[in-house]
Nanobody, 115 residues
């Protein structure tokens, strides 16, 4: 089992920044993919960004140039630096951890962007 503990959500104004963190603990396998998904009210959960343990990164087009995903393998922690936040970034953000065919999810952290 893997547990994911997220932090860093909150309420900000458009144009401001937030940094999300997610620490994984438990049965960690060194080859894995960690990432962030989000779900806005009335919408399906969507991928925001992922990063493999080898450093390969993927972003959804809507956040490219504004969000940066990174990880610290020694701490089993993934980060999401979100800059120039927009109203449409408002959502619950979920941390994910995937390895050997298993997917784990965090409890979610609310990000609200106001005008």
């Amino acid at each position: 089992q893997v547990q994911l503990l997220e932090s860093g959500g909150g309420l900000v104004q458009a144009g401001e920044s937030l940094r999300l963190s997610c620490a994984a603990s438990g049965s960690i396998f060194r080859i894995n993919v960690m990432g962030w998904y989000r779900q806005a009210p009335g919408k399906q959960r969507e991928l925001v960004a992922t990063i493999t343990s080898g450093g390969i990164i993927k972003y959804v087009d809507s956040v490219k140039g504004r969000f940066t995903i990174s990880r610290d393998n020694a701490k089993n922690t993934v980060y999401l630096q979100m800059n120039s936040l927009k109203l449409e970034d408002t959502a619950v953000y979920y941390c994910s951890y995937s390895t050997r065919g298993f997917d784990y999810w965090g409890q979610g952290t609310q990000v609200t962007v106001s005008s």
